[in-house]
């Protein structure tokens, strides 16, 4: 927990810039994601050099506790329900819009994930050693760390699927009628966080019916009928959720053979990301070539067959040992087995878009491999265990020192270079690019958004020179291959680019040089 406690706090304390996904969140969290999107439909003030007030409305809460404007907005413009933007609403409204007011929040949620899942590591493993173990590693995991320094539902999401499981795991091993209500209420909540839940009670589901004999249909029927009444209760606070399928039915990509190599690479990224920091290396991987990125593959399964045959007779008396423990080993084997099947297939077959796989999104399946970890680390020497928790540590602290290097280097530099213009142009619309400066705005400062307002546009630009001799401009880029947005700022001093590439752990590239502007 004090590693959660250092990390986040050191966090808070850098944190400049707000991540492209994460303010979607504040857009949301303030009541003005609608709004937004009306000018991204061209209305004002797009077009027009205004006043930045004009802008930094968007990040402003103008009406407290509008719970059902904010649920209303996500139905029709996000894909996601909105009960940690509601509750991210309330921390605004009390904190003040600043980019650490998500980050104490995740905190909070973390460390009470933290605690619940020592409760049920100790309950499952029926050590109380094990338990803080199995804590430690996720609490030190680079997933988790990673996630927490931005302000999205995941952290949430993770704090109520350990508490389903925590009571799950009570009624299955004595079925009571209050442990049955708390997981409607449970799940209810976990439906209004993220749909993705629905893997979560679907892999318990599937526990049932695997221990049919032991459990007895009655309770099986129970627990279906518990899991329906949870969507239903999500469905009568939040009854347009349809809306938010149909957004994400826009986003769905095409089925195609090529992209195969990067969706495995993805899958094999975000689940070692839970031992080592490696998404800082993704980067690299997108930047070069498809064969490269099939080589990475290959490498990882050979690597992991020639480790596999080198430790066979261990391995399999491990294996042997698991199968022959309680019942408990055997529901974290499942929970972690079927929850990551369920969540590859539709990946695998263009269902979900190629982004939703990461670190943020396995926050289902890292506490089972937390758990797995500990059980299995226990059998082996002091050493071993003081070797993979220093890989840990080692991996979470890179991601903290990344984190803190990016924010008071290059954030900060942007930051600085933001404020120090009088006039900026953008021609990007997009909610993720621009209104991650809102924020940082002087009252004093002119704006103007127009998506001519690029390069090619001489006229425009020398225009704008004579008036105000010195502009800022930001333009958008869009990466095919990844789907992943770039936002460039460059000014007429030819400064360098800020190239933009927000992944979990917020990494960005390095420095590189800008365009120049059109000789005249």
Not at 280 to 307: A, N, P, R
Not at 315 to 325: E, G, N, P
Not at 408 to 416: E, F, P, R, S
Not at 491 to 498: A, D, I, L, M, V
Request: aromatic share 14%.
């Amino acid at each position: 927990m004090l590693v959660i406690v250092i990390s986040d706090g050191l966090a808070m304390r850098y944190k400049l810039l707000f991540g492209g996904d994460e303010i979607i969140s504040y857009l949301c969290a303030t009541g003005n994601s609608g709004a937004y999107e009306e000018v991204l439909h061209q209305e004002f003030p797009y077009g027009e050099i205004t006043n930045a007030s004009e802008w930094t409305k968007y990040v402003t809460i103008h009406k407290p506790f509008c719970f059902r404007k904010i649920a209303d907005d996500m139905c029709l413009n996000d894909i996601h329900p909105p009960l940690y933007v509601s509750i991210l609403h309330l921390a605004v409204l009390y904190l003040g819009m600043a980019a650490s007011t998500g980050v104490l929040l995740n905190m909070i949620l973390q460390l009470l994930t933290l605690f619940v899942l020592y409760k049920l590591a100790s309950t499952l493993l029926k050590d109380n050693t094990k338990g803080a173990l199995a804590a430690l590693l996720w609490a030190m995991s680079p997933a988790w760390i990673g996630v927490g320094f931005n302000a999205r539902s995941y952290e949430l999401v993770a704090l109520l699927a350990m508490c389903y499981v925590y009571v799950f795991q009570l009624w299955v091993n004595k079925p009571k009628t209050s442990n049955i209500l708390l997981l409607v209420v449970i799940g209810g909540m976990g439906f209004f966080t993220h749909f993705g839940f629905i893997f979560l009670l679907s892999a318990c589901g599937a526990y049932c019916l695997w221990q049919y004999k032991r459990i007895g249909f009655r309770n099986i029927l129970a627990f279906g009928l518990s899991a329906i009444i949870s969507f239903g209760l999500m469905t009568l606070i939040h009854p347009c959720f349809a809306d938010s399928f149909v957004n994400q039915q826009v986003r769905k990509e095409a089925f195609n053979f090529a992209q195969f190599p990067a969706r495995i690479t993805k899958i094999i990224l975000s689940i070692t990301q839970f031992f080592l920091p490696v998404y800082h290396f993704k980067t690299l991987l997108q930047k070069v070539s498809l064969v490269y990125q099939i080589i990475f593959t290959l490498s990882f399964f050979v690597v992991g067959f020639l480790l596999i045959l080198k430790n066979k007779k261990r391995i399999a008396a491990l294996f042997s040992s698991i199968k022959k423990q309680t019942d408990s080993i055997q529901f974290i084997v499942f929970m972690l087995a079927t929850i990551l099947v369920m969540m590859i297939v539709p990946y695998f077959l263009f269902i979900t878009h190629y982004t939703s796989m990461g670190a943020q999104y396995l926050v289902f399946v890292y506490p089972f491999m937390a758990m797995l970890l500990a059980e299995i680390l226990m059998q082996f020497s002091s050493k071993i265990k003081l070797v993979v928790v220093t890989i840990f540590f080692v991996g979470s602290g890179y991601v903290v020192g990344s984190f803190v290097k990016l924010n008071a280097g290059i954030y900060k530099q942007l930051v600085q270079q933001i404020q120090g213009e009088k006039l900026i142009v953008i021609n990007d619309m997009d909610r993720r690019g621009f209104p991650r400066l809102f924020p940082y705005l002087k009252p004093n400062q002119q704006l103007l958004m127009d998506i001519n307002a690029t390069f090619k546009n001489e006229e425009m630009i020398t225009g704008l020179l004579k008036k105000y001799h010195s502009f800022l401009l930001v333009q958008g880029k869009h990466v095919d291959f990844t789907n992943s947005e770039k936002y460039t700022i460059i000014n007429k001093n030819r400064y360098p680019t800020f190239d933009g590439d927000d992944i979990v752990v917020c990494e960005i590239s390095e420095l590189s040089s800008a365009s120049p502007l059109p000789e005249k």
